[in-house]
């Protein structure tokens, strides 16, 4: 009889929050690991289920599939296992829309026990005490300290040159 294959990945503890998920076997760069799955709603039902008004840290099962439709991957609403991927601001993974549906992608090859972790980016607000209701805890090198998006870089702003050096080449 062909020998079952073991699964690609666990979901267990994580040291960055509650549950995540690990990779147990070799994951190779490119590999679709797995669905998020969920109901789809709209923004004003993901409102009305998450009342982040009254949280102390954010924390949804939420994932902005297009302008209208979000998916709510909770367990109680059909989540599976990709409800519970961590973020990370120097991700081994990444997430993918297409055809109506989201898939985590291994953005490189992945080695047993590592933990799978993909960027949320969520949206940046100009509220400056979000930084702290979205903290991020990820512990990378080059953490941004939150799981929203990064800043846009603002554009250089060039120096004026001094007045006797403005004079153009003859
Ligand atoms: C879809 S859940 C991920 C699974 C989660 N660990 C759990 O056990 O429910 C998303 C939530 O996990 C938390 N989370 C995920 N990555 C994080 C990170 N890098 N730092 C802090 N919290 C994180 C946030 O509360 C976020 O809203
Ligand atoms: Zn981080």
Redo the contacts with the bound molecule.
Sequence with gaps: MPKKKEPLYVVRN?A?????VFAARTIRKGTCIVEYKGERIDNDEADKRYDEANMR???????TLSKITVVD?SPETGGGDA???????EPNCEALIGGGTIHIYALNTIYPGTEL?YD?QYELTKDPTDRKF?????GADTCRGT?MKAAKPRRPKAKKLPKRRRRTAR
């Design positions: 994580s960055i929050h509650g549950r995540g840290r954010h924390h949804t099962f939420l994932f991957g409800s519970f991927i961590n973020h990370s601001c972790l949320y979205y903290v991020c805890r990820c799981i």
